[in-house]
């Protein structure tokens, strides 16, 4: 009824006027899809992941990479994924994605869930700074991790979080390091992956410094970034 929705909006605007709020906190948010619907989208864009299922204003950010908007993305995603990429590298990598849950009490349209890696080393990877890497047959055991994934009203990605290890103590072999810094341990190429590290922030920098392509980025141009994101941390900015 209207006086539910009315208390509805006033929770919202009370939530969004918190500093701490998310900044992608939206009142659109109240015509959430069902929940059906978002577990649906949730396990297909996991289960086989297209730049087509991602919104023009897309945001991808986890502790230390992004945020990056959907050119960004897809440039670094094809550096870590094309010829001789990851996929090559780990043919029998398995995401082993599972929790996937709808329940988000702030924001409706935001699916969470777990993942537990595992592959193993056994194709050869053309690392974009130091070329190639041949395969050792090292397993890849990855901790439990957090991610997410926030749809807009049209079915969407707007935004996905990735690599934030939930426990670092069940055995892994990446010393503790999700996501991509996993696999490049794996590899032997172990990366910083703390946030706040003095060495990945000027790594980062440096970085953006070099010709366009050189290296995968790190983090979009604050100014490329669509306005709806208000975080000015990039990188591994604390």
Known sequence: NDNALDSKLQQTQSISSFS????????????????EKLLQLAQAYVDNPTLEQLADDFIFRGPVIGPLNKQDFAATR?????????????????????????????????VWYFQRSRGTFTG??????????EPTGAEYVAP?????????????????????????FTGDTTGGRGAVFGLYAVMGQP?????????TSLLQKVATWLPEGTVPQSYSKPEQLPSWWKDPRMGAEK
């Not at 701490?20 to 929940?35: C, D, I, V």
């Not at 994924?81 to 409706?108: Q, R």
């Not at 439990?144 to 670092?168: C, H, K, M, W």
């Not at 990366?191 to 060495?199: A, E, I, N």
């Open 78 to 110: 094809r550096g870590v994924t094309g010829s001789n990429g990851i996929a090559e590298a780990f043919p029998d990598l398995e995401p082993n994605a599972f929790g996937f849950t709808a329940d988000d009490p702030v924001e409706p349209n935001r």
């Open 191 to 199: 990366l910083d992956d703390t946030v706040g590290s003095f060495w």
């Open 20 to 35: 701490g709020a998310p900044s992608f906190f939206t009142k659109t948010q109240l015509q959430a899809l069902p929940k």
């Open 144 to 168: 439990p991790e957090a991610r997410s994934v926030i749809f807009n009203d049209d079915g969407l990605v707007r935004y996905q979080s990735v690599g934030y290890v939930t426990d670092r």
């Open 124 to 133: 050869i990877f053309d690392h974009p700074v130091v070329g190639r890497i």
